[in-house]
């Protein structure tokens, strides 16, 4: 067996594994697409002996990512109300706070009253 297809054989075994761990987590595809990129991001390494524990780590380090970004993602069940989704454009100008730009929209139509007009 050479050392290239011991290689492609341990990734095969870690992209199984991951599959099982991610289950009802991650698709299929997802997992063999974070793999893929792992994979890619070792191709030219020079020292071969770890890639197979790299890629793992990598390829976890990206399907965790989109697990948390999905989780804070507040999906269409958790939208905020038609009031402040669809209130008058109070986006702010670069170098303001954003988020106190935001946080005073939804206060806003929470109280049921007219937000204030963007300051230039």
């Keep these: ?25 991650q698709t ?3 997992v063999d697409a974070a793999l893929s990129a792992a994979v890619q991001r070792f191709q030219d390494s020079r020292i071969r002996d770890f890639v ?24 269409p069940a958790r939208q905020p109300p038609d009031a402040v989704r669809d209130g008058p454009d109070l986006s702010a100008p670069p170098g303001t706070d954003r988020a106190a730009t935001r946080f005073a929209r ?12 963007a300051s230039s």
Excluded at 56 to 75: I, T
Excluded at 106 to 111: G, N, S
């Design 106 to 117: 939804i206060r806003t139509a929470l109280r049921g009253a007219s937000p204030p007009a």
């Design 52 to 75: 197979p524990v790299l890629t793992e780590r990598h390829a976890r380090s990206l399907l965790d990512r989109a697990v948390r970004a999905e989780a804070a993602d507040p999906g």
């Design 1 to 25: 067996m050479s050392s290239q297809s011991g290689e492609e054989e341990a990734v095969r075994r870690v992209g199984a594994h991951l599959r099982a761990v991610y289950h009802g987590r």
């Design 28 to 30: 299929p595809g997802q």
